[in-house]
């Protein structure tokens, strides 16, 4: 996640400190968000995905492809916003993630759909996985891939994508100048419904970017539940990302601006954040 651009409002922002128990040994490589975090993502974290998916529809829609193929994939669907606005259009939509918890809002959210049988939210592992069914496009929002492992487990995702999609696959990617920014710590106290200190660490140079988010967040009930959870965003190199998906069999290849999907960039790595378009 890019914690400053999303919805949640700093209120504070605090002298940094060291992270100390954040880097604890044997740390597990899989990022599962807890029931806790879940439920504050769904509150708080779901902006993002509303404000691209009408952008990235609009995109696909004006491919060949997307004349015809209306099924989406939505890898590492989290709470499934995004989802919901493909299906609010007509899309059948598959949602996948690891996290049983971030599956549970999805499906609360998508109810309507998945009664009617337009949804499917899985359980699964995005470098490991496969699917019976075919999808004009995969999408993956929020810097999801960036929840990967490693280079390897970013490519084994790549060649799932590529066994289940006949069109287009887009994501997007933190990159190392955008995972700078979460060196810092914040404090969010802006409303009711939570209190959230994200408290991040990252120097420039490894491979690996850290923030612990931790907080308080409200019950149906009125009584405040506390949550914290640790997640990594791996860095990739964009011209390394760009390597593994032609390895995995993606021909056409591309960096981009969510503003623009259609132009490429030149510099990837200057951005903070971008978005990938890989087609066959
Ligand atoms: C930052 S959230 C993005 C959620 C959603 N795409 C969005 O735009 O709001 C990252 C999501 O990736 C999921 N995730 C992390 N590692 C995963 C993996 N290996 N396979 C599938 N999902 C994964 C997490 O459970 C979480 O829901």
Redesign the pocket.
């Known amino acids: ?1 890019r914690l400053h651009l999303t919805p949640l409002r700093c209120v504070a922002q605090v002298k940094r400190k060291p992270l100390g128990g954040l880097m604890v040994a044997g740390v597990n490589q ?4 807890s029931q806790g975090f ?1 439920r504050v ?1 769904n509150l708080r ?2 902006g ?2 509303r404000q ?1 998916a009408p952008l990235i529809l609009d995109f696909y829609a004006a491919t060949p492809i997307g004349h015809k193929d209306k099924t989406v994939l ?6 499934g ?2 989802a919901v606005y493909f299906l609010e259009q007509g899309y059948r939509v598959v949602g ?4 049983e918890h ?1 599956l549970e809002y999805a499906r609360e959210n998508a109810r309507q759909y998945i009664d009617s049988g337009q949804a499917a939210f899985v359980q ?4 490991n ?1 496969t699917l019976d069914e075919r999808f004009g496009l995969v999408v ?5 891939l960036n ?2 492992e490693s280079e390897k ?1 970013l490519y084994k ?1 790549f060649q799932c994508v590529y066994a289940v999609c006949d069109g287009y696959f887009i994501f997007d990617l933190n990159t190392r100048s955008g995972l700078r920014r979460w060196n810092n710590v914040y404090v969010d106290e802006s409303d009711e419904d939570a209190v959230i200190i994200t408290h991040g660490m990252y120097d420039g140079t490894g491979d690996k970017a850290w923030t612990r988010i931790s907080g308080f967040v409200r019950l149906p009930n009125g009584l405040y539940e506390r949550f914290a959870e640790i ?1 990594f965003n791996t860095v990739f190199e964009m011209k390394k990302v760009s390597d593994l998906l032609h390895d995995a069999g993606w021909k056409n290849t591309y960096f981009a601006r969510i503003q623009d999907l259609k132009t490429a960039i030149d510099e990837p790595e200057k951005e903070g954040r971008v978005f990938v378009v890989a087609s066959k």
């Open positions: 996640m899989m990022q599962s968000y879940a993502y974290w779901s993002f995905a691209v939505d890898l590492c669907c989290g709470t916003h995004l996948l993630d690891l996290s971030m699964g592992d995005a470098s996985f993956s929002t929020y810097d999801a929840h990967l487990a995702c997640v």
